[in-house]
Nanobody, 130 residues
């Protein structure tokens, strides 16, 4: 089992920045990737970003490219989501997720759907005011 705890959410004005953190514990050696999803009120949970736990592979959804960056610190078992130039439409609960073992290289199709992730945090709220 892997446990995930998010932090760093809050209220920010449009154009501002936030950095989300997700600390993993437990069987972290079994993870192949970690990622961030978000869910706005009345909408489905959607993919935001993902990163391989062992390679340089990353993926970002088009709406955040150029504004958000995903990174990791393996020594701290932590993944980060740096969010710049925030917009009101970025308002959502942001969830950290992890995918279990995988022997072959990662593709977007592995992590782009919430069903592809095995472990979830409880979420952290990001509110962007206009």
């Amino acid at each position: 089992q892997v446990q995930l705890v998010e932090s760093g959410g809050g209220l920010v004005q449009a154009g501002g920045s936030l950095r989300l953190s997700c600390a993993a514990s437990g069987r972290t050696f079994s993870m192949s990737a970690m990622g961030w999803f978000r869910q706005a009120p009345g909408k489905d949970r959607e993919f935001v970003a993902a990163i391989s736990w062992s390679s340089s592979w990353t993926s970002l959804t088009d709406s955040v490219k150029g504004r958000f960056t995903i990174s990791r610190d393996n020594a701290k078992n932590t993944v980060y989501l740096q969010m710049n130039s925030l917009k009101p439409e970025d308002t959502a609960v942001y969830y950290c997720a992890a995918r279990g073992p995988q022997q072959r290289p990662l593709f977007y199709s592995d992590v782009g759907d919430p069903k592809g992730m095995n472990y979830w945090g409880k979420g952290t709220l990001v509110t962007v005011s206009s």
